[in-house]
């Protein structure tokens, strides 16, 4: 051939390409810096637009300047420092059971003298209530727990299904729940004075107000109302109300279920709404250490409903720090606009006269940075989840059609590079989640763990920029080494995203196949990349050079914004619950995940781009850089300490214990008194500066000699942590405030000799626990007894007791029950059984040696301890 016929033949090949796709345009490529000024662009977006938003709130209404018929955030935030005032409100104690009561039957008798008498009714009962259910490993048993109940109604109104609304004012020791759950009280009252003084707002079901005086002791008071009370069988759909921190907004975090037109309701009537499906599935697979009456009530009661919380600010959760002024005063109004709006809503809603019928599935739901909710049921998710995947796949194969025809490759050559890219995704994938873990592991290793508890933004680089770093890494060394290839590069960085979208696509899938709702997480980014393609193709951007690029970066700016801020919130959240979700596990490997898992799903498009610029590895290192200083501040200063005084607290829970052994015969065979630790994060003693711990030694060792390890294990959480507690031997003995006293009251063998029956009475403080445990060598059963058969029957796995947990509130008369005990050789002079009696002093004062003791601890720490009393018999 020719020069000439050689010419000819470039010159033709160059007219079938496109015409605005030049050699230019393919090679040069902006400068490195342009590459961080990229990835600086998104962190900055997320600081100015995802930050400010999440913790918008509105401007509390004032008493003076509004109208009847609105929330007065003002009204309810005054009702709430009242209420707080009281202080710690233990069950079974004055301050719960008598001042509180009395506080709220005060407040809800003023909403009575100002109710509009003509159009609504109104009825208060005082529940004093007693029972007991099943609850973890334990029975959880209550007497005379009280529950303040308002039922409101609009006088023309003969609707027998009752909508119920409730939140609990009880707390924990030293607390005086401002959080948890004054404010949700203070919410209601609010609620209730609003509906009965608004004219002309007629609402179709009566409002059952219920104020229960027994959460905290393991949901008690919930479930004396659900099964006894006499309104609970009309309560056809519930709103709880709880807190897992003080301040910001509130979330919805759990629906139905199996009901999800209480979630539309959500929707139309929540002002400020914030929901997402990811926090019910996470909250209903056990990884937040919490619970709700909402579990009551739905398993007692059967009632669907909406369980919404608050969630920021766990920090002072459940601490002596959680107070009135943690709480900005547009939390309030944030809180009460909503739930105004959705009892006015349901308490209307045509579906609460056969809620049964309306029991059609689980919904999807989600918020947009509080501007605008989002929900369908899970069978339209599932349709839009399969059709958002197989289009996204569709229009790759269009987009690689339209490569290898416009570069003259063959399909065949561009579908191999898709292919070896996707496997490229896919260990950048799995290098983004094992990055961050690493670090995790690494600072648990050298007992460094929490580091980011009061300084989060370390996280930026011990867990975002390893997670980019993987993400990153493999598909830039992939494009540095192929820089020679016959396809055009802007067709080959497509080419990287398009893989990306395979990944994506593939998980979601496969998600949704197991039937996970939260798969929608990835359905945005890929819907979104999707119209970025097809608006690419149909203006001929995806032919020229990197035209392309500026759709994609505009389509994956919304999925950016909800990812980063839904995995703001969630880590948000989860943080302060490492502080009190006990020893055993590493915290930081959940806390690198949920970062390695946000950082793909917010970047995942995006960090690949870094390919346009020169030198992309650049980026690779200046994100390597920080993650290096920001391990060094972690690990070797201050930065790093997880705790500050009254924001970030230690825990440090104890009791001050006498612990005796009767044997067999009554003898005295132990007696001895010390402190009783369950640590309730990762570090455990370490952080207790100048507290003297001579002598100290982990349970586990007791727990393979003694039942219950022979300690006065207080509820399902020490029991859960005991192989991690440790006890601290004193000289002088504890001697608790209030007597704890088991009485053997009769000894008799049945009719059929084979069994025989022990009858006690036990009187104590009010917080008690049984540990009952038959003896296993001598082939002797538990066969009998006067708690329920349904526990017995069912009991907790070996090597684990019988554990009977015991709460008194008002009502404190002695607890007597029985044991039979049946053994096949009839021999009953000789050891049968073990049991174990625990008295908690909670709220009782210590001695003063107690009371140095914890003086002691540094200023960080926010402390919570109590006298007890252990008697471990033989009989």
Known sequence: MSDKDRLISREEGEERLPKYRTTKDITDKPSWYFGNGFVLFWMLLFFAVVIPLMNRLPTALNIEETSSGEFIGERAYNTLNNLVNIGSKVVGSTTNEVSTVDFLLTEIEDIKQ?????????????????????????????????????????????????????????????????GDDGFMVAVMLEVLRVMATTNKQHFEHPVV?????????????????????????????????????????????????????????????????????????????????????????????????????????????HTKYDRVDVIPRGSIQNTGDNILGLVRALANAPEMYNTEAYATGHAVFFDFLGLFFISYSAETGTIVNYCAAGVTLLLIFISVWRMSTLSELSSCSVFQRLIFLVIIQIVGLVLALALPLQVAYYFDSIGKSLTY???????????????????SLPITI?????????????????????SWAIVLSVLDIVLTMWGIRSAYIFTIPIVFYA???????????????????????????????????????VISVMIPMNGRSGSSSNPDLFIAALGGVGTILSLGFLI??????????????????????????????????????????????????????????????????????????????????????????????????????????????????????????????????????????????????????????????????????????????????SFPLSYLQNPPEYPLPYHIYYTYGIITTPLKFF?????????????????????????????????????????????????????????
Not at 298 to 313: H, R, S, T, Y
Not at 453 to 471: Q, R
Not at 717 to 740: K, S, Y
């Open 114 to 178: 100002d109710m509009l008498s003509d159009y609504y009714d109104l009825e208060v009962d005082v529940q004093q209530t007693s029972g007991s259910f099943r609850y973890s490993h334990l029975l959880n048993m209550y007497q005379g727990v009280q529950n303040v109940i308002v039922k409101l109604s609009s006088k023309n109104s003969s609707s027998e299904s009752y909508l119920l609304v409730n939140s609990h004012f009880d707390t924990v020791l030293t607390s005086p729940g401002a």
């Open 209 to 317: 107000f219920l104020f229960n005086g027994a959460e905290e002791a393991a949901l008690q008071a919930s479930h004396g109302f659900i099964t006894q009370h006499k309104w609970a069988p009309n309560c056809k759909a519930l709103i709880n109300l709880d807190a897992a921190g003080s301040g910001g907004r509130e979330f919805l975090f759990q629906s139905g279920p199996y009901h999800p037109w209480l979630v539309n309701y959500y929707k139309k009537s929540a002002k400020h709404p914030g929901a997402t499906t990811l926090g019910e599935e996470v909250f209903q697979a056990g990884l937040i250490p919490s619970d709700t009456d909402f579990a009551a009530f739905v398993e007692f009661g059967k009632i669907p409903g909406l369980d919404i919380a608050q969630g920021m600010n766990g920090f002072v959760y």
């Open 453 to 471: 508890f009061s300084s989060s933004w370390l996280l930026i680089g011990l867990y975002i920029c390893p997670s980019l770093i993987g993400l």
């Open 478 to 498: 992939y494009y540095l080494l192929q820089q020679n290839i016959k396809l055009p590069f802007n067709y080959h960085l497509q080419l990287g995203l398009h």
């Open 531 to 569: 119209g970025a393609m097809i608006a690419n193709m149909v203006t001929t951007f995806h032919d020229r050079g990197y035209s392309w690029a500026g759709l994609v970066m505009a389509g994956q700016a919304m999925p950016f914004l909800y990812s980063s801020s839904l995995f703001y919130l």
């Open 608 to 785: 690949p781009l870094i390919n346009m610029f020169r030198k992309p590895i650049t980026v690779i290192l200046t994100l390597l850089l920080a993650s290096a200083v920001t391990i060094y501040l972690a690990s070797s200063t201050e930065i790093g300490f997880p705790y500050r005084v009254r924001t970030n607290s230690f825990r440090a829970t104890y009791q001050h214990v006498r612990k005796i052994y009767y044997e067999y015969g009554g003898r005295v065979s132990f007696d001895e008194s010390g402190y009783l630790f369950s640590f309730q994060d990762r570090r455990e003693a370490e952080p207790m500066n100048g507290v003297r711990l001579t002598g100290a030694r982990f349970l586990r060792e007791d727990c393979e000699k003694h039942m219950m390890c022979g300690m006065p294990l207080f509820d399902e959480r020490w029991v859960a942590n005991r192989l991690e507690g440790i006890w601290v031997h004193r000289a002088d003995h504890v001697v608790p405030p209030v007597t704890t006293n088991l009485t053997l009251l009769s000894k008799t063998v049945l009719e059929n000799n084979t069994t025989v029956r022990y009858e006690f009475e036990l009187e104590g403080p009010d917080h008690m626990s049984l540990f009952i445990q038959p003896e296993v060598d001598d082939f002797v059963t538990l066969s009998n007894w």
């Open 819 to 875: 044991l039979e005990f049946s053994k096949a050789n009839g021999n009953f002079e000789v050891p049968i059984f073990q049991l174990g009696v625990s008295g908690h002093c909670i709220g009782g004062s210590g001695d003063a040696l107690s009371q140095k003791f914890a003086n002691s601890f540094p200023s960080y720490t926010s402390v919570v301890e109590w006298p007890s009393t252990y008697l471990r018999y033989i009989y």
